[in-house]
């Protein structure tokens, strides 16, 4: 399957990144210049520009300044150069925040902010989005017909969230919308418990250190009213954009598996997912979890969409705000670059282009350096991906062909965060769905991040470590998939609540039960120093942190616990059900165990590997398909030289950071 490029005018990666023309204003006749020889230099296609460029572009009060940014636009079609055209709303300018303070956010400890940082604005501000549609709709109405646009890029990163007067005001009409009555919210946020019950909407408070933190009901709603505020707001900025430039797609940069916003529930407005990738490499063998990580978020950027996305910031160097801002070893920039193609991006972007000469990101990596030249080794390794990214054209809009999806669900996330039963702060949700994810990249067997909204039909195998909460319809449709003939694989800690986080009555995994053919009856949590095994075909490997105690009803057990005082019960379950088959893991276990038992579940399930021979460690393969010719790459992540059976294609040798891309025919996919 092929998916149109992003900029449909332009079948190409979009190579390039930030660029802050506006901070170099008054050495326009030479930088500028300078800049475009340099993007060229380093097969740079594509700025993004005007992210932060309020203040430049509206110094006053209805007193817009677009000059500068005409010159710029035209310098970049002159330039061949795609724009990634910003709205400026991701900080605003002094003057605002003083005339009208409503635009400011204030804290959850009922603070309102003074002017300054980023992000720092309410959403619910009717001026602050009075404001934000006056400039959307003067930069759409500028340069909707301008050659060099190709995208929107709406605001930055967003995240907060704002507290204020307002806000609680809108919070308590999502409230009303969604319970209709009070009666229905105080049942659904167990009020009675800590005499927490309202009498009117209006008692309704956002959490607070003042008064509740961890009143789960509320925290859970608070969340899911944030993420409908950016929805809301989103939309809000990108309606002149659908009015008068409807075919230019309309993005917004995602950070990963930020906690503070459900990513998929946001992607549904986007046009194509779009995220800021900042692994923090190590170069040395510690690099195969931190590719395994990059690699997870990547397939969630995929899985937002279902469709190629884009890598819209990356780091050609060392990252400032890292705790460690270790410089790139030689190759792990094409390497980073190289993977998020693999992944499915069909752009790669950077913050930034030219660094800045002040403030707090001076020392970030940057392709052109204080020094100005091309002649740095940064330069030359971006240059390399633009020589790379430029053969690769016939990637463009390939898609990739995935039998198994894990689930990773903001909302179980949320619920976990609170839990306060099994591990207090250490739940540990998103470390134990990269570990699961982790045995697949290994493997070399292409997944699909997906959460649980998503439709399962096209998969042979779902995944769903810890999903401890259910929204409505997930257990049906995990059963109907079981019953079709789909293998699927839960963990500990799953079906513990409901879609409102209220706990199931009648036993754990709650509407699972059945599916799963077992009873959770209690969980036991071990010390750090503790820990427990499973035994499992003949061989022992460890549990630790979470062990719970089940009962088969229904399942056969496979596996056992080795110790304490329920040795020989069940550990490792599987129930055949219709035409499939659920297997239940009762334990946190090690890598070791997630290798063998997915190992064995895969080729159960006819999943196969992309490579027929086993991968060395720290090596991984990933595919991309445009329907006539699949592109397997082969990445090493290991920090040392492996060789890789390749098949037809022969043995390989993969020195530290290698990245090589095989070329096959899909009619001879093993898949
Ligand atoms: C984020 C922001 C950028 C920049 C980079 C620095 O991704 O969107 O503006 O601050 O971080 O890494
Ligand atoms: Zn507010």
Redesign the pocket.
């Known amino acids: 399957m092929r998916f149109p490029s992003i900029v449909a005018r332009y079948p190409h990666f979009l190579h390039g990144g930030?660029y802050n023309p506006e901070q170099w204003l008054k050495w326009k006749d030479t930088i500028w210049q300078e800049d475009m020889r340099l993007a060229k230099l380093a097969g740079i296609n594509s700025l993004s520009i005007g992210?932060f460029s309020w203040s430049m572009l509206e110094p006053q009060e209805d007193e817009y300044h677009f000059e500068w940014l005409d010159e710029m636009m035209d310098m970049l079609a002159d330039n061949n150069m795609i724009a990634v055209l910003a709205t400026p709303t991701g900080a605003r300018p002094a003057w605002m925040s003083k005339k009208y303070p409503e635009v400011l956010r204030v804290n959850a400890g009922r603070q309102r902010n003074i002017f300054g940082g980023r992000h720092n604005h309410c959403l619910s501000s009717p001026v602050y989005r009075e404001k934000t549609t006056a400039i959307n709709i003067r930069l759409v109405a500028r340069y909707k017909d301008h050659p060099a646009l190709g995208v929107w890029h709406i605001s930055?990163?967003y995240g907060g969230d704002c507290h204020c007067p307002l806000c609680q005001e809108r919070f308590r009409s999502y409230l009303k919308g969604k319970y209709k009555t009070l009666d229905a919210l105080n049942q659904a946020w167990w009020s009675t418990f800590w005499s927490h019950t309202y009498s009117d909407w209006d008692e309704i408070e956002s959490p607070s250190p003042l008064g509740d933190m961890v009143f789960h009901g509320l925290n859970l709603d608070w969340k899911r009213f944030t993420t409908e505020q950016f929805v809301d707001f989103y939309l809000h900025e990108i309606k002149p954009m659908k009015e008068f430039s409807p075919l230019v797609p309309c993005t917004t940069?995602l950070m990963g598996i930020y906690p503070g916003i459900d990513y998929y529930r946001l992607a549904e407005v986007m046009d194509v997912a779009a995220w800021?990738n900042?692994p923090r490499w190590v170069g040395n063998e510690k690099d195969i979890a931190v590719g395994s990580k990059a690699a997870f978020c990547h397939d969630i950027a995929r899985g937002l969409k279902g469709k190629p996305f884009m890598v819209i910031?990356s780091?050609p160097s060392a990252?400032n705000?890292q705790a460690v801002p270790k410089l790139r070893r030689p190759g792990a920039h094409v390497l980073q670059s190289m993977q998020a193609v693999a992944h499915g991006s069909d752009t790669v972007q950077y913050?930034q282009f030219r660094k800045s000469r002040g403030s707090s990101?001076k020392f970030?990596g940057a392709v052109v350096d204080h020094e100005g030249s091309e002649q740095t080794r940064v330069f030359k390794d971006v240059a390399e991906v633009g020589r790379r990214l430029a053969s690769l054209d016939a990637v463009i809009g390939s898609d990739t062909p995935s039998k198994v999806a894990i689930i990773y669900d903001w909302n179980v996330r949320w619920a976990l965060d609170d839990a306060k039963g099994f591990l207090q702060d250490k739940t540990d949700y998103e470390t134990t769905v990269i570990d699961h994810y982790r045995a697949f990249w290994s493997m070399g067997i292409p997944v699909d991040v997906i959460d649980s909204t998503r439709s399962f039909d096209k998969y042979d195998l779902l995944v769903s470590p810890m999903l401890y909460l259910l929204r409505d319809g997930t257990a049906e449709r995990i059963n109907a998939f079981v019953e079709n003939g789909g293998t699927y694989v839960a963990t500990y800690a799953t079906g513990y609540v409901d879609s409102i986080d209220l706990c199931f009555l009648g036993g754990f995994p709650g509407p699972l039960k059945e599916t799963l053919g077992i009873w959770n009856e209690e969980i036991d949590a071990l010390f750090p120093e503790d820990e427990n095994s499973i035994l499992w075909q003949g061989k022992s490997y460890r549990a630790v942190g979470l062990c719970e105690l089940i009962h088969a009803k229904g399942a056969e057990t496979l596996g056992v616990y080795g110790s304490d005082f329920y040795a020989g019960t069940a550990a490792l379950t599987v129930n055949r059900k219709g035409k499939g088959r659920a297997y239940y893991i009762a334990a946190r276990t090690g890598p070791d165990f997630l290798a063998d038992f997915y190992g064995m579940v895969t080729a159960a399930a006819g999943v196969k590997p992309l490579l027929e021979a086993p991968l060395p460690e720290g090596v991984t393969a990933q595919a991309r398909s445009n329907g006539e010719t699949e592109f397997v790459f082969l990445m090493n992540f290991s920090g040392s030289a492996k060789t890789v059976d390749a098949g037809s294609a022969g043995i390989l040798n993969l020195a530290p950071f290698d990245v090589r891309i095989i070329e096959r025919k899909c009619s001879k996919i093993p898949r």
Do not use: A, K, M, R
Request: hydrophobic residues 20%.
């Open positions: 930030d992210i930055n990163e940069n800021d900042y910031e780091c990252t705000w913050f990101e970030h």
